[in-house]
């Protein structure tokens, strides 16, 4: 074994996202599209959500990402039984049929219901995750988190050197 | 940015290791880290194992996707099964989930601790007891109010409004120094500012010899005879992978892995407890909460996480708090979708968070099930669903009063209302169980403490009853729900159970 590291240990993120499947690809990016504000249509958002859910995924207990990839198939595979949808899956359908069936969905009671409302949820935190999404909505936490933490050093520098020495 | 010396990582770790202590104790959070710092600096050769990793002050940014896969267990993903299922998150790092908690530290309630003295036969567990323990925590951990440039105004509008309904509201006690205010407690405090264990008692730990070695899964305790002798693990690799095998010997086990983790890897090492209690009586403190919009900005990311606590509702097993949440976080909870929830989130500097913490009378149950891991089971009383709807028109109650606009109700189904009036009438009809939106990060109480073996999994002083040497120090000692938050009672009774320890190890125990 060699000794204490000297750099940062954390465990990294993998360099890629762990991979969707080609058709949980699909039906995630369909469902994406019509839970996701319109604008995750713009310069490859959709893409980049997909890159977040594939992230959060592995993150999850093996139970929840089993559960909510099974849903994601189950969702896109179960819209065959909408009657507007003449038979299609979820990601062959137009926005307008896309959207009746998922409020469908979303608001039925039961469990059924439940999954799509937690993939709702897991799939709209992706998208306002992105940066550049925050900052459409006038969130930028990076100056402000610089400014005043130069601000508390500069008013408090000599009492928190004296604590940290301390521990 | 430079890794303590005695902190080592699984880049470090090559092949098989094997080691020998005093002390060896599985996790470094809120308990394990208090309990390393305070035998280590007896003199015991300590070594913690943590299944985290090792996250310095410097890598910390209000990146909430990138804070919940690296610093949280499973994502933060975790769920129990019931009616309704309750989302709860667990700390999975150096420092464990007080890198990630709001940072709020108050002592347990005395009429707690009476009862915990009273129903289990604890010793020497009254607040004349504990006080020497909180003073010492409470100067390790610089616990006090917040520097009131850093109240936000989100937590501004909360008090006002609780202020204009003649409610209690007391400032949030909370172990920081000169917090900065920058809202990203959950993320990891980017100043160093929270003072998590993190960046006091490990470290402390360290300078006093232990060794922590971070990626370091522990798979079982291991006995010779009755007594423990040591533990199993592996090193965890990146993206989850198995490494090498990790063996530690020693006389001592300390188990604090958290109300979840903890039972789990007891019961996959086949200890049993003749109370039957193990992984059972757990309580969770759920939460919900209720998202106003207001016709002025707020910008709540703007100041601390937590400034004050409605206290009104105490006796009643509710407290009220505004928590501002990260729009990752909030978009997650939001009841809409597409160009509704694109409008909503336009307004997010205009949106305060608010929500009840409910002290539940419910329990619920640890199992481990091969293939899955720790699954969780619990079951709303119907008087905790009472007391969480309660505290949820409380909440809008005093949202309104601060002049919010429209209200979310953290309901399955419910339309969203713009007055108190609206407000009554929605909650004049029942609101089914199974629609609440519930929440927890107070996981406590699967291995209980009782002097009686026959009601408890530990006795006093985190003794696991029936196996010597082997302890546990974490919030699964609690008999019941803390009804407050739980951090500083974890440390209080860390550092009186090491106190304990030390003498035993003195008197030639183990």
């Known amino acids: ?167 | 940015m430079s890794v303590p010396r005695g902190l080592t990582s699984q880049a470090d770790i090559t092949g098989e290791l094997t080691l020998d202590c005093g002390a060896v104790i599985i996790g470094s959070g809120a308990g394990g880290a208090t309990m390393a710092a305070e035998l280590a600096a007896a003199g015991v050769d300590v070594v913690v194992l943590e299944e985290g990793g090792y996250h310095p002050t410097e890598s910390f940014t209000a990146e909430t996707g990138r804070a919940l896969r690296t610093l949280y267990r499973d994502g933060g993903g975790g769920m129990t099964f019931g009616r309704p299922s309750v989302l709860y998150a667990e700390g999975r790092c150096v420092g464990g989930s007080t890198v990630v908690n709001g940072g709020m530290s108050w002592r347990t309630p005395s009429r707690v601790l009476d009862r915990w003295a009273g129903q289990e036969g604890i010793e020497a567990i009254r607040e004349s007891d504990l006080d020497p323990y909180f003073a010492r925590a409470e100067s390790r951990l610089s616990v006090g109010r917040q520097d009131p440039e850093t109240v936000g105004r989100d937590s501004a509008l909360f008090k006002a409004g609780a202020d204009a309904k003649g409610w209690n509201i007391v400032p949030n006690r909370r172990n920081q120094l000169h917090c900065a205010g920058t809202n990203s407690c959950n993320s990891g405090c980017p100043t160093g500012a929270k003072q998590s264990m993190l960046v006091t008692s490990v470290p402390r730990a360290l300078a006093q010899g232990a060794r922590v070695f971070a990626d370091c899964r522990v798979e079982r305790v291991d006995r010779s005879g009755p007594a423990v002798s040591g533990v199993t693990g592996h090193v965890v690799r990146p993206g989850g992978r198995r490494g090498p095998k990790i063996s530690v010997r020693a006389r001592t086990v300390i188990v604090a892995g958290g109300a979840i983790q903890t039972p789990a890897l007891l019961m996959r090492s086949g200890l049993r407890s003749a109370s039957g209690q193990l992984g059972r009586n757990l309580s969770l403190h759920p939460n919900a909460v209720v998202t106003a919009l207001f016709d002025t900005d707020v910008t709540g990311w703007h100041g601390v996480h937590q400034a004050f606590q409605v206290r009104e509702f105490a006796a009643d097993g509710i407290v009220l708090t505004a928590v501002n949440l990260t729009p990752t976080m909030l978009a997650g909870i939001l009841p809409a979708w597409g160009a509704e929830l694109g409008a909503l989130m336009a307004d997010y500097n205009r949106i305060v968070t608010a929500g009840p913490l409910i002290t539940d009378t419910g329990t619920g149950r640890i199992r481990n099930v091969p293939g899955l891991g720790p699954q969780v089971s619990y079951q709303l009383t119907d008087s905790d669903a009472a007391r969480a709807v309660r505290g949820v028109e409380l909440t809008a109650e005093a949202l309104f009063a601060a002049g919010a606009r429209r209200v979310l109700l953290p309901f399955d189904g419910a339309p969203e209302i713009t007055s108190p009036g609206e407000l009554r009438r929605l909650l004049a009809r029942p609101v089914p169980r199974r629609a609440l939106q519930l929440y927890s990060v107070h996981l406590m109480g699967t291995a209980r403490m009782s002097a009686d073996p026959r009601r408890g999994v530990t006795g006093s002083f985190g003794e696991f009853h029936g196996v010597p040497g082997l302890y546990v120090a974490d919030a699964s000692l609690f008999p019941g729900p803390v009804g407050i938050n739980p951090m500083e009672t974890v440390v209080a009774l860390a550092m009186r159970n090491a106190q304990h320890l030390i003498e035993n190890l003195g008197r030639g125990g183990r």
């Open chain 1, 1 to 167: 074994m060699a000794g204490p590291s000297s750099a940062p240990t954390g465990r990294p993120e993998p360099a890629r996202p762990a991979g969707l499947s080609p058709p949980l690809r699909r039906a995630a990016r369909r469902f994406a599209e019509v839970v996701c504000p319109p604008e995750v249509r713009a310069g490859q958002r959709t893409d980049r959500v997909l890159g977040e859910l594939g992230l959060m995924l592995a993150a999850l207990p093996p139970a929840a990402r089993k559960g909510l990839a099974a849903a994601l198939i189950g969702l896109d595979q179960g819209a065959r039984l909408y009657p507007p949808s003449r038979g299609r899956r979820l990601a062959r359908l137009d926005d307008r049929v896309a959207a009746a069936y998922l409020r469908a969905v979303l608001t039925r009671p039961g469990v059924a219901g439940e999954l799509a409302r937690r993939l709702k949820g897991v799939v709209t935190m992706c998208y306002y995750d992105l940066a550049e999404v925050q900052r459409e909505i006038g969130y930028d936490p990076a100056p402000y988190i610089a400014a005043v933490s130069r601000r508390r050093l500069e008013s408090y520098g000599a009492e928190i050197r004296t604590h940290e020495a301390q521990q």
